[in-house]
């Protein structure tokens, strides 16, 4: 097919998504959309689509997914890599609603088949959630007519990518005439990634709004362009805020990455001096209603009071340590052009959508442990760059970097601007990685032999770039690792099948050696304390564990000397420096769990553990599921005395409260700061709720009348009809829901 026109509405799909599209304000195509539909894409074909961010990748799977379902050809996958991104897929696709259609999201509960999402035609999911489904053998699989990968070009993602290529390898081989419309940013061998999903190619560097990329120095912008020059005015004689405000003096937005949080925080505060004054008075009183929201709640750590300081200034900083609501706060009001300066650490640029006028780089080197100060791949700086320009607010976009000499600069402008981003290279052969997906395949039935797995590896990148030698070694080490591990077993056929410690295994979405780990451990153990069964969680690889500082080394050192009967794990041995300094950074993380279960405040915790609350709530959340797939490991492998437990560190973990309190916070709207307060005025269990007035539940503090209406229809009392207020936004003021930062918390790396 080759299309003739760029209007919308001589595309040859449904008239009714034509109209719909044209009701959202859609009428043409850009370039690169133009030459997406020239391909076979609209009639079932695979395509991979390499252009810049806002050149319109989204709209064109989009147009794909909708013809599918309509044709009748299957319902639509979207795979995207972060749960930022899969909620603001899931609210941009609520628009074809009017079209009958429904969209459903999942991003969590791992050990679940989805079984509701079997009803939407849209779905949106993580990769890492695909891929349990895959591993639940979700039935409705086999209605999938289209897959959307977005941000394949993640697969050169160590942590992320095996997961994302495997879930393709997969579903290729569950569904053989499925269409995949894979989405990336222009990388250098895209055509590899076409010839991996046997696609056509649209590659371009097109984008919306011009991009023009340069280098700061001595006051003046050199644009690789060998365009003219822009000077900066030096009012505040450092290079970042002279940079800001220059654009805030015409106007724009700017978005500022730096390496570290600290560095996040610092710029800020540099940058709120100056930005102020940019502000109009009707957006200081937008902006301090803002500020007021992220200090509303009781025990706000000192980093949430001092991002509300720099909110009202128009400065916000953003990084993985603020929690879900915080994050939430900064980006939608930036995209409202309330904030004007964002400071950021890297993991934004792969996070949701937020363009501005300027994008100013100033740190291109990053440190991390045992590898030093090294400067970042040029496929990052290429994605930071990429936010600078707004559609339909900016003519133009500015990446800048900041040099502090002429030899920087020439080393900024060689290696970072004139260059190609990296080749986009397979993390399959990871262990861990390979271990985890060749048990999943075995556990599903997906392969029973030797042949059967070399097949489903045929189907990866990983396969088209790396030596069949090599790959052969790979999963030769990988099965043996299993069948020592007692994951997986063989019969005289050379018959793989899977142990039922390795269909647990699978379907918990652990890794391997964490469920080999938890086995020896619990078999083992005589009785379990909590931070014992803490720790042990914290030694997994699947737990993300805190900094270890010089300062920390010396306490917490004496306390495993001083407690070494309660773990389960024995510490290693001294001449092993960075074993040790794990380990002790492994006790420091079950401190801190232990503490949230303690109801210590959140001001508390971040302050003493140094960590913000967005930390906080990874840690645990990720020690809940661990805690809960120790109790399974405990039931598959027979020591049944551990699960009562671990049952209840779980949902102390999952609602961050003492024994007492674990009836009261069930109930809806009452968190662990509700649910003391009605302990500490003489409710202590449900059945005191029932019989108490509602007048006298409705005194206690941060009750209320609403909330103690609830509170007895959950109990089954008929009350009068009243206003049903929000209780869970009430809540939101005094206390939180740990079930609803587990499905919305993002994770990320900084």
């Not at 995209?335 to 501005?356: H, M, Q, R, S, W």
């Amino acid at each position: 097919m080759e299309l003739k026109t760029t209007q919308l509405e001589d595309l040859p799909i449904n008239q009714r998504i034509i109209r719909l599209l044209q009701d959202v304000g859609i009428s043409s195509f850009f370039p690169p959309q133009v030459e997406a539909f020239n391909t076979n894409v609209l009639d079932g074909g695979n395509l991979v689509l390499a252009v810049p961010t806002s050149a319109g990748k989204t709209l064109v799977a989009e147009i794909c997914m909708l013809k599918t379902i309509l044709a009748g050809r299957g319902k639509a996958l979207y795979l995207v890599p972060l749960r930022s991104l899969a909620r603001e897929k899931y609210s941009d696709f609520k628009k074809y609603e009017g079209l009958g259609m429904t969209t459903a999201m999942s991003v969590g509960d791992y050990d679940s088949p989805g079984t509701r999402l079997k009803e939407a035609d849209i779905v949106v999911l993580t990769t890492e959630r695909a891929d349990s489904l895959v591993r639940h053998k979700a039935e409705w699989l086999d209605e999938v007519g289209i897959i959307v990968v977005d941000e394949v070009h993640l697969v050169n993602d160590h942590k992320r990518g095996p997961t994302l290529e495997m879930v393709v390898a997969k579903m290729r081989q569950i569904l053989p005439s499925v269409q995949i419309v894979a989405l990336s940013a222009t990388i250098s061998n895209a055509n590899e990634i076409s010839e991996w999903l046997n696609a056509e190619l649209v590659k371009s560097t097109w984008r919306p709004v011009p991009l023009k990329e340069g280098v700061l120095l001595d006051s003046q912008i050199a644009f690789s362009d060998s365009s003219k020059p822009r000077s900066i005015v030096r009012k505040k004689h450092e290079a970042v805020i002279d940079a800001i405000c220059d654009i805030l003096d015409e106007g724009g937005q700017v978005l500022v990455f730096v390496s570290s949080r600290r560095s996040t925080v610092a710029v800020a505060k540099r940058a709120a001096q100056s930005v102020g004054s940019y502000l109009k008075k009707e957006t200081q009183e937008q902006l301090a209603n803002v500020a007021r929201k992220v200090v509303s709640k009781p025990s706000v750590p000192e980093s949430s009071r001092t991002l509300a300081r720099l909110i009202s200034s128009g400065v916000a900083f953003h990084h993985a340590g603020l929690d879900n609501t915080e994050r939430a706060l900064v980006e939608d009001h930036f995209k409202d052009n309330l904030l004007k300066v964002i400071v950021a650490t890297p993991t934004l640029a792969a996070g949701v959508n937020l363009p501005a006028r300027r994008v100013i780089v100033r740190d291109y080197r990053r440190y991390e442990a045992g590898r030093g100060n090294y400067p970042i791949p040029v496929l990052e700086y290429k994605q930071m760059a990429g936010r600078a320009g707004r559609p339909k607010y900016d003519e133009y976009g500015e990446a800048v970097l900041i040099a502090k000499s002429d030899e920087e600069y020439d080393f900024l402008m060689d290696e970072y601007l004139l260059s190609e981003p990296e080749r986009i290279t397979s993390k399959l052969a990871s262990p861990s990685a390979l271990r985890s997906h060749i048990l999943s395949s075995i556990a599903t039935d997906m392969t029973r032999n030797r042949e059967e797995v070399d097949h489903l590896i045929d189907e990866t990148l990983f396969s088209s770039q790396f030596d069949s030698y090599d790959i052969g070694h790979h999963v030769s080490s990988a099965l043996t690792f299993l069948e020592e591990g007692n994951l997986i077993q063989s019969d005289d056929s050379d018959t793989y099948s899977a142990t039922p410690l390795g269909h647990r295994t699978s379907r918990l979405y652990i890794e391997p050696q964490t469920a080999i780990l938890f086995r020896d451990a619990l078999s083992k153990a005589e009785s379990l304390s909590e931070l014992g069964v803490f720790h042990l969680v914290c030694h997994s690889p699947d737990q993300p564990i805190t900094y270890l500082t010089r300062g920390d080394f010396e306490e917490y050192e004496i306390f495993v000397e001083d407690n070494q009967d309660i773990f389960l794990i024995d510490p290693p041995e001294w001449d092993d420096l960075d074993d040790h300094a794990r380990f002790l950074a492994e006790v420091k993380t079950a401190r801190l769990l232990e503490d949230w279960i303690s109801e210590l405040r959140e001001k508390d915790i971040t302050d003493s553990f140094n960590v913000g609350m967005g930390d906080v709530h990874r840690y645990v959340r990720t020690a809940e599921w661990l805690v809960y797939s120790a109790s399974e490991i405990a039931r598959v492998i027979g020591v049944g005395q551990h699960i009562p437990t671990l049952h209840n560190l779980r949902f102390r973990l999952k609602y961050g409260v003492k024994p007492e309190l674990l009836e009261l916070v069930r109930l809806r709207g009452v968190g662990r700061i509700r649910g003391r307060m009605l302990y500490n005025h003489g409710l202590k269990s449900l059945a005191d709720l029932y019989q108490a007035p509602i007048e006298r539940i409705g005194a206690i503090p941060a009750i209320g009348t609403t909330l103690s209406e609830s509170i007895k229809r959950q109990l089954g009392v008929d009350v009068k009809p009243g206003q049903e207020r929000s209780i869970e936004a009430d809540d939101e003021e005094f206390s939180f829901s740990i079930q609803t930062l587990l499905e919305d918390f993002e994770p990320e790396d900084d």
